[in-house]
T-cell receptor, first 109, second 114 residues
Framework: DAKTTQPNSMESNEEEPVHLPCNHS???????IHWYRQLPSQGPEYVIH???SNVNNRMASLAIAEDRKSSTLILHRATLRDAAVYYC??????????FGTGTRLQVFP | NAGVTQTPKFQVLKTGQSMTLQCAQD?????MYWYRQDPGMGLRLIYY???????DKGEVPNGYNVSRLNKREFSLRLESAAPSQTSVYFC?????????????FGQGTRLTVV
Protein backbone atom coordinates (compact mmCIF):
# COMPACT_ATOMS: atom_id res chain seq x y z
CA ASP A 1 0.00 0.00 0.00
CA ALA A 2 1.26 3.44 -0.91
CA LYS A 3 2.12 5.56 2.12
CA THR A 4 1.37 9.13 3.05
CA THR A 5 3.24 11.54 5.31
CA GLN A 6 1.45 14.20 7.32
CA PRO A 7 2.52 16.57 10.12
CA ASN A 8 1.55 15.26 13.53
CA SER A 9 -0.28 18.42 14.54
CA MET A 10 -1.31 21.86 13.34
CA GLU A 11 -2.99 24.86 14.93
CA SER A 12 -5.34 27.47 13.61
CA ASN A 13 -7.46 30.33 14.83
CA GLU A 14 -11.17 30.30 14.31
CA GLU A 15 -12.41 31.74 10.99
CA GLU A 16 -8.94 31.55 9.42
CA PRO A 17 -8.12 29.26 6.49
CA VAL A 18 -6.27 26.05 7.22
CA HIS A 19 -3.99 24.22 4.80
CA LEU A 20 -3.29 20.61 5.77
CA PRO A 21 -0.44 19.09 3.72
CA CYS A 22 0.10 15.50 2.69
CA ASN A 23 3.06 13.95 0.89
CA HIS A 24 2.60 10.79 -1.15
CA SER A 25 5.69 10.48 -3.31
CA UNK A 26 5.07 6.79 -4.15
CA UNK A 27 1.56 7.34 -5.49
CA UNK A 28 0.70 5.33 -8.57
CA UNK A 29 -1.18 6.68 -11.55
CA UNK A 30 -4.51 5.14 -10.57
CA UNK A 31 -4.50 5.83 -6.82
CA UNK A 32 -7.15 8.22 -5.56
CA ILE A 33 -6.33 10.68 -2.79
CA HIS A 34 -8.89 10.59 0.01
CA TRP A 35 -9.27 12.68 3.14
CA TYR A 36 -11.19 11.63 6.24
CA ARG A 37 -11.47 13.26 9.60
CA GLN A 38 -12.23 11.91 13.04
CA LEU A 39 -13.90 14.12 15.60
CA PRO A 40 -13.34 13.27 19.28
CA SER A 41 -15.06 10.04 20.33
CA GLN A 42 -16.56 9.46 16.88
CA GLY A 43 -15.92 7.28 13.88
CA PRO A 44 -14.08 8.74 10.89
CA GLU A 45 -16.08 10.69 8.36
CA TYR A 46 -15.39 11.32 4.71
CA VAL A 47 -14.23 14.79 3.73
CA ILE A 48 -13.21 14.80 0.08
CA HIS A 49 -11.32 12.85 -2.58
CA UNK A 50 -9.75 13.37 -5.99
CA UNK A 51 -7.53 11.89 -8.66
CA UNK A 52 -5.78 14.65 -10.59
CA SER A 53 -7.84 17.82 -10.63
CA ASN A 54 -8.57 20.07 -7.68
CA VAL A 55 -11.89 19.32 -6.01
CA ASN A 56 -14.35 21.39 -4.00
CA ASN A 57 -17.30 20.39 -1.86
CA ARG A 58 -19.29 21.93 0.96
CA MET A 59 -16.77 20.84 3.57
CA ALA A 60 -13.40 21.61 1.99
CA SER A 61 -11.21 21.92 -1.07
CA LEU A 62 -8.53 19.52 -2.22
CA ALA A 63 -5.54 20.87 -4.11
CA ILE A 64 -3.47 18.21 -5.88
CA ALA A 65 0.04 18.93 -7.11
CA GLU A 66 0.66 18.58 -10.80
CA ASP A 67 2.98 15.59 -10.26
CA ARG A 68 0.47 14.16 -7.73
CA LYS A 69 3.19 13.59 -5.17
CA SER A 70 1.55 15.89 -2.67
CA SER A 71 -1.86 17.33 -1.88
CA THR A 72 -3.37 19.90 0.45
CA LEU A 73 -6.71 19.86 2.20
CA ILE A 74 -8.04 23.39 2.57
CA LEU A 75 -10.61 24.40 5.15
CA HIS A 76 -11.64 27.86 4.07
CA ARG A 77 -12.78 29.15 7.45
CA ALA A 78 -11.95 26.97 10.41
CA THR A 79 -14.50 26.61 13.17
CA LEU A 80 -14.18 25.02 16.59
CA ARG A 81 -16.12 22.07 15.21
CA ASP A 82 -13.31 21.40 12.73
CA ALA A 83 -10.96 20.35 15.51
CA ALA A 84 -10.23 16.73 14.65
CA VAL A 85 -7.63 14.31 13.35
CA TYR A 86 -7.38 14.53 9.57
CA TYR A 87 -6.22 11.50 7.61
CA CYS A 88 -4.84 11.54 4.08
CA UNK A 89 -5.24 8.13 2.44
CA UNK A 90 -4.36 6.66 -0.92
CA UNK A 91 -6.94 4.23 -2.25
CA UNK A 92 -5.83 1.71 -4.84
CA UNK A 93 -7.64 -1.07 -6.67
CA UNK A 94 -7.27 -3.55 -3.80
CA UNK A 95 -10.36 -2.00 -2.18
CA UNK A 96 -8.53 -1.59 1.12
CA UNK A 97 -8.61 1.63 3.12
CA UNK A 98 -5.37 1.96 5.10
CA PHE A 99 -5.04 4.80 7.61
CA GLY A 100 -1.84 6.53 8.64
CA THR A 101 -1.31 8.55 11.81
CA GLY A 102 -3.01 11.73 10.57
CA THR A 103 -2.74 15.39 11.58
CA ARG A 104 -4.36 16.60 14.76
CA LEU A 105 -5.85 20.04 14.08
CA GLN A 106 -6.44 22.37 17.01
CA VAL A 107 -8.65 25.41 16.48
CA PHE A 108 -8.49 28.31 18.91
CA PRO A 109 -11.25 30.84 19.47
CA ASN B 1 -30.86 6.77 7.28
CA ALA B 2 -29.16 4.39 9.69
CA GLY B 3 -25.93 4.00 7.66
CA VAL B 4 -23.54 1.67 9.49
CA THR B 5 -24.78 0.29 12.80
CA GLN B 6 -22.53 -1.44 15.32
CA THR B 7 -23.59 -3.40 18.35
CA PRO B 8 -22.85 -3.35 21.20
CA LYS B 9 -21.53 0.15 21.89
CA PHE B 10 -19.66 -0.90 25.02
CA GLN B 11 -18.47 -4.28 26.29
CA VAL B 12 -16.30 -5.54 29.12
CA LEU B 13 -14.89 -9.06 28.80
CA LYS B 14 -12.78 -11.22 31.01
CA THR B 15 -9.60 -12.70 29.57
CA GLY B 16 -10.41 -15.86 27.68
CA GLN B 17 -14.06 -15.04 27.03
CA SER B 18 -15.40 -14.93 23.50
CA MET B 19 -17.74 -12.49 21.84
CA THR B 20 -18.96 -11.31 18.46
CA LEU B 21 -19.16 -7.69 17.39
CA GLN B 22 -21.98 -7.06 14.97
CA CYS B 23 -22.05 -4.63 12.06
CA ALA B 24 -24.83 -3.94 9.59
CA GLN B 25 -25.17 -1.41 6.77
CA ASP B 26 -28.28 -0.39 4.87
CA UNK B 27 -26.63 1.27 1.85
CA UNK B 28 -26.35 -1.87 -0.32
CA UNK B 29 -22.56 -1.60 -0.24
CA UNK B 30 -20.39 -4.46 -1.40
CA UNK B 31 -17.27 -3.74 0.66
CA MET B 32 -17.11 -3.84 4.44
CA TYR B 33 -14.23 -3.37 6.88
CA TRP B 34 -13.27 -3.91 10.50
CA TYR B 35 -10.72 -1.65 12.22
CA ARG B 36 -9.31 -1.27 15.69
CA GLN B 37 -8.09 1.98 17.21
CA ASP B 38 -5.91 1.96 20.29
CA PRO B 39 -5.69 5.10 22.47
CA GLY B 40 -3.90 7.95 20.70
CA MET B 41 -3.34 5.90 17.55
CA GLY B 42 -4.73 5.75 14.05
CA LEU B 43 -7.06 3.05 12.76
CA ARG B 44 -5.60 -0.32 11.78
CA LEU B 45 -7.39 -2.64 9.38
CA ILE B 46 -8.21 -6.07 10.85
CA TYR B 47 -10.20 -7.72 8.04
CA TYR B 48 -12.17 -6.62 5.08
CA UNK B 49 -14.71 -8.13 2.74
CA UNK B 50 -15.02 -7.12 -0.89
CA UNK B 51 -18.33 -8.94 -1.36
CA UNK B 52 -20.69 -11.42 0.27
CA UNK B 53 -18.87 -14.65 0.99
CA UNK B 54 -15.36 -13.26 0.65
CA UNK B 55 -13.01 -12.00 3.34
CA ASP B 56 -9.37 -11.03 3.44
CA LYS B 57 -6.80 -10.20 6.11
CA GLY B 58 -5.80 -6.66 6.84
CA GLU B 59 -2.87 -5.31 8.84
CA VAL B 60 -3.62 -6.93 12.23
CA PRO B 61 -5.78 -10.08 11.77
CA ASN B 62 -4.30 -12.29 14.51
CA GLY B 63 -6.76 -13.17 17.26
CA TYR B 64 -9.84 -12.38 15.17
CA ASN B 65 -12.21 -14.13 12.83
CA VAL B 66 -14.83 -12.58 10.60
CA SER B 67 -17.98 -13.67 8.84
CA ARG B 68 -19.76 -11.95 5.98
CA LEU B 69 -23.19 -13.42 6.56
CA ASN B 70 -24.89 -11.56 3.73
CA LYS B 71 -24.48 -8.29 1.93
CA ARG B 72 -25.70 -6.26 4.93
CA GLU B 73 -23.82 -7.86 7.81
CA PHE B 74 -20.16 -8.33 8.69
CA SER B 75 -19.31 -9.71 12.11
CA LEU B 76 -16.02 -9.80 14.02
CA ARG B 77 -15.38 -12.57 16.52
CA LEU B 78 -12.87 -12.76 19.34
CA GLU B 79 -12.54 -16.43 20.26
CA SER B 80 -10.41 -15.94 23.38
CA ALA B 81 -10.15 -12.31 24.37
CA ALA B 82 -6.84 -10.91 25.62
CA PRO B 83 -6.07 -7.59 27.35
CA SER B 84 -4.12 -6.56 24.23
CA GLN B 85 -7.43 -6.53 22.36
CA THR B 86 -8.74 -3.70 24.50
CA SER B 87 -9.54 -1.09 21.89
CA VAL B 88 -12.26 0.77 20.04
CA TYR B 89 -13.51 -1.21 17.05
CA PHE B 90 -14.96 0.47 13.99
CA CYS B 91 -16.87 -1.05 11.13
CA UNK B 92 -17.07 0.64 7.73
CA UNK B 93 -18.62 0.07 4.32
CA UNK B 94 -18.18 1.42 0.83
CA UNK B 95 -19.47 0.75 -2.63
CA UNK B 96 -17.59 -1.49 -5.04
CA UNK B 97 -14.81 0.27 -6.89
CA UNK B 98 -13.58 1.74 -3.65
CA UNK B 99 -11.02 4.09 -5.12
CA UNK B 100 -13.63 6.54 -6.33
CA UNK B 101 -16.19 6.16 -3.56
CA UNK B 102 -16.42 7.26 0.03
CA UNK B 103 -16.50 4.96 3.01
CA UNK B 104 -19.00 5.25 5.85
CA PHE B 105 -18.11 4.38 9.43
CA GLY B 106 -20.07 3.24 12.43
CA GLN B 107 -19.83 4.92 15.81
CA GLY B 108 -17.60 2.23 17.25
CA THR B 109 -17.63 -0.47 19.92
CA ARG B 110 -15.52 0.25 22.97
CA LEU B 111 -14.15 -3.08 24.22
CA THR B 112 -12.28 -3.58 27.47
CA VAL B 113 -10.68 -6.93 28.30
CA VAL B 114 -9.76 -7.36 31.94
Amino acid sequence: DAKTTQPNSMESNEEEPVHLPCNHSTISGTDYIHWYRQLPSQGPEYVIHGLTSNVNNRMASLAIAEDRKSSTLILHRATLRDAAVYYCILRDDTDKLIFGTGTRLQVFP
Amino acid sequence: NAGVTQTPKFQVLKTGQSMTLQCAQDMNHNSMYWYRQDPGMGLRLIYYSASEGTTDKGEVPNGYNVSRLNKREFSLRLESAAPSQTSVYFCASSDRGGRNTEAFFGQGTRLTVV
